[in-house]
């Protein structure tokens, strides 16, 4: 007679046959059990809630999205910050991908950081195209074309369109006059920039170097005025400022003497050629 692991007689009908497999109980086991048993209270939570997370994951997508333009600007900033211009205007591009208006204005302002006027109006004409009202960007435009002296006619139209629609602000009355003076109307250019300095205008400005350029300005006037002292002391108190520049355009015409005589040069003056259509190169993502 044979006994079984206990110690009990095994019947004589069981003797031949094979002992039962008992399945040993492993952490691997339990592992799986508590995984099962897991994944049973997750598919009960969610079908009570289900409807509840579905809505709060598709807010954190959006809300990741909206955050994205906001991340790519910092980028943006750190870049010029490194010097990194090439990068800031990848960013500036990519950017534009997702808000146009936010891209462009980027883009024109870090060409016009490294003296590329010419590339910048480009990029503020599309801007211009986006929203004819934009005074901002109509403003930019105005001044890029002016310090590449491209078009003068079309950027007093455009400083013009944006005094209409946003008044006598400081800025807009400094680029008027940065185009009377190129023109050749220095008296009318010093006009709006002692309106702009003013001090009522001045407390409206916010960075030093800002109206430092506003002196400068006007230094550039009174010098083609031929009033050197005062040209000399505007000239230090815009360095002062911290405007730092090399350039002294000359009016590219001729200077008049009174407003009434430049209003008669500008009737004579043929209108400036219209620019050729913008090429899509002035907003695509630079090559890495």
Do not use: C
Not at 33 to 46: H, N, P, Q, S, T
Not at 158 to 183: E, K
Not at 228 to 246: C, I, P, Q, V, Y
Not at 248 to 267: F, N, R, T, Y
Request: hydrophobic share 40%; no cysteine; glycine share 6%.
């Amino acid at each position: 007679m044979e006994y079984d692991e206990f110690g009990f007689p095994v019947p004589e009908q069981f003797e031949d046959q094979k002992p039962r497999y008992r399945a040993k109980i492993t952490p691997g086991r339990i592992a799986v059990l508590m995984f099962v048993l897991f994944l049973g209270v997750l598919i009960a939570f969610a079908a009570e809630y289900g409807d509840k997370l579905a809505d709060n994951f598709k807010d954190g997508l959006a809300r990741l999205a909206a955050n994205r333009p906001m991340r790519i600007e910092a980028q943006i900033i750190s870049r010029l910050q490194r010097g990194d211009v090439d990068g800031a205007l990848k960013a500036s591009d990519e950017l534009a991908k997702l808000v146009p208006k936010a891209g462009f204005l980027w883009r024109g302002e870090i060409l016009m950081r490294v003296s590329r006027p010419g590339e910048a109006a480009k990029t503020y004409h599309r801007l211009v195209e986006l929203d004819p009202t934009d005074h901002l960007a109509l403003n930019n435009r105005a001044y890029a074309l002016a310090l590449a002296e491209e078009n003068l006619d079309e950027a007093m139209e455009n400083v013009n369109q944006a005094i209409d629609i946003a008044g006598d602000v400081p800025a807009y009355i400094d680029t008027r006059g940065y185009l009377l003076y190129l023109s050749g109307r220095v008296p009318e250019a010093l006009e709006d920039f002692n309106k702009v300095l003013s001090d009522q205008a001045r407390r409206s400005q916010t960075r030093d170097a800002g109206i430092g350029e506003l002196f400068f300005h006007r230094a550039l006037a009174y010098k083609a005025l031929g009033k050197e002292e005062l040209a000399k002391k505007d000239f230090n108190t815009a360095t002062r400022f911290g405007f730092l520049s090399d350039r002294e355009p000359q009016p590219l015409k001729p200077i008049v003497e009174s407003k009434e005589e430049g209003e008669e040069q500008a009737k004579e003056t043929p209108p400036a050629p219209n620019e050729s259509e913008v090429s899509e190169e002035a907003v695509e993502p630079s090559k890495p």
